[in-house]
């Protein structure tokens, strides 16, 4: 979720419970507010009532008007006097129905009597009112709301859009281009910083990486002439001597050895090349053919083993390097022979959108870390780094190379993007 979208549902949520709470408040206050005018009004009828009394010494005739009622009435007994507001009903005589009223009883003394006086206001007027006021708070909380929602809408993805911006530039750093992250331009302090602090990351990682490809380049230089040198060495040492049987055997490790340290040089550097894009030899190539003559180059080792392989291929050109296809095919056969069983298979598949290739084998531990590099079964003899290049190469040219395994047989898929 966004945070402009976060930020919005919390700010909306937030306002419409505010607005809901100081709406009730508001209407409590606004219904106070009427009954004590209405109870205001009462009290000046009862008033003038106890001044007719007292001036003429009769009480006033009863009355029923269009929104006041008064009436009397004798108490059935001896009573104190009492002065209640209470809401009621009110009879409208002109529309012959019942409206909602507030009532005052109270009580006067006449010649040494008392009399309970009942006067009753309508208050229809006071509830219309309170009603239109309500409908006017609603009308203003929605406006309100609506006007929140556009504004968080339109004003604040206009004020994060410096933020995306920087964040698209991150995403499609490359540091082996070399590119500057376009700083955006915006008067919001706090993106203003962050530019700053992407591009100095950058900068540092675009100098961590000039040194790292300084001295891998240099190591890389620099180990192939020992290489070569110990090669040569034991070479002429293995042509010139008669060695005993013990001589022999520490020779051969010494010999196999430095042989396997050679094809890691090897392996790192073209893993360093790939990774660089440095081979650039681009063309377009059928990968039916180099599968047919990939199967032929293998054929000795499917014989040795015993293995049954059976081809389903249709053509389908790539553009890409006919070095990089070449490893790529090899690492996958070699891969799909080195972990088969005697007298197993290995089915390979091409079709216009992707190439399979899958063998009989042992289930395997490392799926979660086929592609990681040094990553290799206990019973395997190589060095962990054939798939590592193989997903690199595929990276490289937007394929999608994935692992699976069902029923005892292994699938490694690439799909042609």
Known sequence: MKLSTRYNRVNILTSIVVLIITGIIYYLFIHLILTNKLDKDLAVEENEIRQYTRTYKKLPLPATYLDQQVSYRRPKSNTDDIREFSYTTYLNPKENEQEPGRRLVTTVNLNDKTIIVTITKSRVESEDLVRIILLITLAVMIFLLITLLLINRFVLNRLWKPFYAILHHMKAFEVTKMEHIIEEPTRIDEFNELNKSVNAMAEKVRQDYKELKSFTDNASHEMMTPLAVINSKLDSLLQTESFTEQQGALLEDI??????????????????????????????????????????????????????????????????????????????????????????????????????????????????????????????EGMGLGLAISKQICNLYGFDIEYSNSDGMHFFEIILN
Do not use: C, P, W
């Open 255 to 380: 010999y196999q050895a430095t042989g396997r340290l050679s094809r890691l040089h090897q392996s790192l550097l073209l893993l360093a090349k790939i990774e660089n894009n440095l081979i650039s030899d681009t063309q377009e190539i059928d990968f039916k053919d180099m599968i047919e003559l990939k199967t032929r180059q293998f054929q000795e080792l499917f014989e040795r083993d015993k293995l049954n392989v059976s081809l389903h291929l249709s053509s389908r050109k790539v553009n890409m390097s006919r070095y990089l296809a070449d490893i790529l095919l090899n690492n996958l056969f070699s891969n799909a022979v080195r972990h088969n069983i005697a007298g197993g298979k290995i089915t390979v598949s091409l079709s216009a959108d992707r190439l399979t290739v899958s063998n009989t084998g042992k289930t395997s531990h490392l799926q979660n870390r086929m592609f990681d590099r040094f990553s290799k079964s206990t019973e395997s």
